[in-house]
């Protein structure tokens, strides 16, 4: 077993910031050792010796107990708690087997005295459990998985040459912010996600009654303002035919639509553009920008034309980049899927033996949409992407560092083939 230390003695058990203070207290003749010890709750005896320089500082540790120190030095510490941040930074985060292998290279390759384990040529758990309570800037995480290509594709001239699109955009068209839209296409399914619950302690295996073991999938069409306006939305059922009884519980001013499969076509994207037109009453005198993503579905000729007639200026994001450009990504389609997640699981509460079927999914949906399309959620999700206010400098570096990670050479001063603008 691994960390079966405990303290059995008070001795040291002082702040060292507290005795810096009383050292600097005596001398400056401020008070004498007794006042100064009392004054800041630290032993006289150790004063005395720190003040008289007759304490040996091991390895640049403030203070220890008995023959136990770190082995790393302060230094050496704060240098690979760096290294840690940064690999994480790059997404090749560090974990705690390869962190504490890296701890004895390290104290190999400098001829540090240590106790690690040299078979294994790893430190130990306890090495890593001080090591964490001496950084407690770093912490352990389950990462969200991102691709190699988002990675890649966000880095700063891609991302730098779409905002000065964007401006170039707003400010030909004369563009207000209030007609600023983003729109953006996202799934949902008959079979909620359990969330945590309580239960007996020990137990291994732990249920929550879901809807079925494989739901069916449908799409929902969401688009909102940087003024917090918000366009009904759509939402689209994998089947042929309409029913009335589809519609049931939904946002007032659903557009309803039936698709085989349930995704997303050319067809489908220009009935919600007239959807969209009918609500955002934009015109050639008036024209509304419409932030998009690039899919194949939103690039038919007679969606754009349809686009152009009525003062509509498209706008597709870069490829890749969505996670951190699209307002609908960043900040409402998170709560959205939660809420959904939470009304689903209170239906299941509701109506046991029954499952979640499509007749139920717009009276879910229209619960869950009611709490999140809120006018401060819209505001936030275009803040964070630097739409409105208009900040191209809205990514910190940190944010880029991935992209070097790939070594790819630098993107063109041209606009990426799927930035275009229509």
Not at 116 to 128: C, P, T
Not at 320 to 341: A, I, N, V
Not at 390 to 403: E, G, H, I, R
């Amino acid at each position: 077993m691994v960390n079966k230390y405990r303290r059995k003695t008070q001795r040291q058990n002082w702040d060292p910031e507290d005795m810096k203070r009383a050292i600097s207290a005596v001398e400056r003749e401020e008070m004498g050792w007794l006042a100064a010890s009392k004054q800041y709750a630290v032993p006289q005896a150790t004063l005395r010796r720190r003040a008289q320089n007759k304490n040996k500082v091991v390895k640049g540790v403030d203070k220890g107990l008995g023959r136990f120190a770190p082995v790393l030095t302060d230094s050496m510490e704060a240098d690979l708690a760096s290294h840690v941040l940064l690999l994480e930074s790059r997404l090749f985060g560090l974990t705690t087997y390869e962190l504490r292998k890296l701890a004895f290279e390290i104290a190999e390759a400098n001829h540090i005295s240590h106790s690690f384990n040299r078979d294994k040529k790893i430190a130990g758990n306890d090495w890593l459990i001080g090591f964490r309570k001496r950084h407690r800037e770093i912490t352990l995480r389950s990462p969200e998985a991102t691709s190699a290509a988002r990675a890649q594709a966000f880095n700063k001239p891609k991302v730098q040459n779409y905002f000065e699109v964007l401006e170039k955009t707003i400010a030909e068209n004369n563009i207000t912010q209030a007609n600023i839209y983003n729109v953006d296409e996202s799934g949902l399914n008959t079979v909620q996600r359990p969330p945590r619950i309580f239960a007996a302690k020990g137990r291994k295996q732990v249920g929550a009654a879901t809807s079925a073991e494989r739901g069916v999938h449908c799409t929902i069409v969401c688009c909102m303002s940087a003024m917090g306006h918000f366009v009904p939305p759509a939402i689209i059922f994998p089947r042929k035919r309409w029913k009335a009884e589809l519609g049931d519980g939904s946002p007032l001013g659903t557009l309803h639509l039936c698709q085989e499969s349930g995704w997303m076509t050319s067809e489908l994207f220009k009935q919600w553009l007239e959807h969209f037109v009918s609500f955002a009453h934009p015109s050639t005198e008036n024209k509304v920008l419409l932030l998009l993503d690039g899919h194949s579905s939103h690039k038919s000729y007679e969606a754009i034309s349809y686009a152009r007639q009525h003062g509509v200026v498209i706008m597709c994001f870069p490829a890749h980049c969505t996670h951190r450009l699209q307002p609908l990504d960043c900040s409402f389609f998170g709560p959205l899927k939660g809420y959904y997640m939470q009304e689903a699981t209170r239906w299941m509460k509701n109506h046991p033996g029954r499952q979640i079927t499509q007749f139920q999914i717009s009276t879910l949906f229209g619960a869950a949409y009611r709490r999140a399309a809120t006018a401060e959620n819209a505001f936030s999700a275009f803040q964070v992407t630097g739409i409105v206010p208009f900040n191209p400098n809205k990514f910190p570096d940190w944010m880029y560092a991935p992209s070097a990670t790939t070594d790819q050479p630098a993107a063109s001063s041209q606009a990426p083939p799927d930035n275009d603008l229509w």
